[in-house]
């Protein structure tokens, strides 16, 4: 190789596929790959997500093929076809996908003559070409959509007006993915809406599979998932808008409110009433702590996702200062990097901060060092607990990877949300 990375955050693509279906319910992987992936891609993502993990197969107890020496000089499909077998006799799944290590990838096994063996006796046996050499957990995510659009999802489904489809949001890889999912969920629900989350509610194939059906797909990331929305939309009809970042708080959570009300025309009575009531219900609890925290200097080390949405929330209803902003995610298209940047520089009162995009811990570090301007805040990952304490700064952990606190369904997100994020800059003070 020719540069090395200090403590990337997150796994390769075959870590992201595992978490992606770690969180769809009764679905069980199966990795064609050498010894050690399962339990290596399983701690790269799940392994530093607040510790919570995949409780129907994770880690050791996902089935693999253990490919050897002699599977790379002979090849493997004899091995997966009977660890396949294994597979579907032992565990209850409602669907199992196969998926390439590097091993496999490298030799060329031909997993999809396999598997179709499988889907012509009926068993929803699903093949996920894709090495983990070939990218990172973000990938992971958008691959393993292309494939449910590909081979799940089903077409002539009927329209339902009032259902849509929430992407963006990476279980694990966002260590509140799950209380995230069910605050956007609780919010919609009380515009008439049903929502697919795909990954709470039990919600599992047979939610995918009848996903086509939706009036609308609600991407809430500011770069991810354009492939697989243009094939939605293109092979489905089902339409897409993006929301550019987290919404944390009442001000971009009202925006967002009224971006899905304007796209599904509903009810401006409605909408109406439903942000009235949930703007008082957390403006009574501030109005209850005015004073107690006193003016931050602020830094956010995360994914874009999160800087998008930490950052406005403290700079326009907190009005704390955003002094820096790194990205630790690699993204590459400089049109994604504009849409990230116009988000966070996008406040109604401060100054825009420093916005950098740094992947290398020991890059972020050195950044945050040497900045010019005091910081007293830093909302980032465990990785950066050690610099905040060098420089006395008080600390949150807000981003992946967490390794020192368990999560549950905790979320910054939302209206509710908000007020858990502000209750931790209270606790930790």
């Not at 339990?39 to 880690?59: E, I, L, N, R």
């Not at 599979?209 to 492939?227: D, E, H, M, Q």
């Not at 995360?302 to 902003?325: C, E, K, M, W």
Request: charged residues 20%; negative net charge; proline residues 4%.
């Amino acid at each position: 190789m020719s540069q090395i990375m200090e403590n990337p955050k997150g796994g390769c693509v075959l870590a992201g596929i595992n978490s992606v279906l770690g969180a769809i319910h009764k679905v069980c992987p199966i990795y064609h790959s050498g010894p050690g992936c399962c339990m290596q891609s399983t701690a790269s993502d799940q392994g530093q997500s607040g510790h919570k993990s995949s409780c129907f197969v994770s880690s050791v107890s996902i089935p693999s093929s253990n490919m050897l020496e002699k599977e790379v000089v002979f090849g493997g499909v004899n091995k997966l076809r009977t660890t396949i077998q294994g597979a579907v006799d032992i565990i209850d799944a409602e669907a199992y996908f196969v998926l390439t290590g590097c091993t496999a990838g490298i030799i060329g096994d031909d997993i999809v003559s396999v598997t179709s063996e499988f889907q012509e006796k009926g068993i929803p046996v699903y093949p996920i070409e894709t090495p983990g050499f070939t990218g990172d957990s973000n990938l992971g995510y958008e691959t393993v959509w292309n494939t449910l659009i590909d081979q799940v999802v089903e077409e002539g489904v009927p329209k339902n007006d009032k259902l849509v489809n929430i992407f963006g949001i990476i279980p694990y890889h966002d260590p509140f993915w799950s209380g995230t999912l069910e605050e956007i969920d609780r919010i919609l629900s009380k515009l008439g809406l049903e929502v697919n989350t795909f990954f709470t509610k039990e919600q599992g194939i047979d939610t995918i599979r009848k996903s086509s059906g939706a009036a609308l797909n609600i991407i809430v990331n500011p770069w991810l998932f354009k492939g697989p929305a243009k094939k939605y939309e293109d092979k489905f009809g089902v339409p897409s808008i993006r929301i550019p970042g987290l919404f944390i708080g009442a001000t971009d959570t009202t925006r967002f409110v009224r971006e899905v009300a304007e796209a599904l025309n509903l009810d401006k009575a409605l909408v109406d009433r439903v942000i009235e009531e949930e703007e008082k219900y957390v403006y009574n609890y501030l109005a209850q702590a005015i004073g107690v925290v006193s003016w931050k200097r602020f830094a956010v080390v995360s994914d874009a996702n999160s800087a998008v949405g930490f950052t406005r929330y403290l700079a326009n209803d907190y009005s704390f200062t955003p002094v820096l902003v790194i990205i630790s995610e690699p993204i590459y298209r400089q049109e994604d990097k504009d849409r990230i940047i116009e988000q966070i520089n996008d406040l109604e009162y401060a100054v825009p901060p420093k916005v950098l995009f740094l992947t290398d811990q020991y890059e972020i570090n050195q950044a945050i060092r040497n900045e010019e301007k005091e910081i007293t805040l830093i909302v980032g990952s465990s990785n950066e607990r050690e610099v905040a304490l060098e420089k006395e700064i008080q600390f949150i952990t807000g981003a992946f990877p967490i390794n020192e606190r368990l999560i549950f369904n905790r979320t910054y997100t939302g209206y509710r949300g908000s007020l858990t994020l502000t209750e931790d800059l209270y606790d930790n003070l």
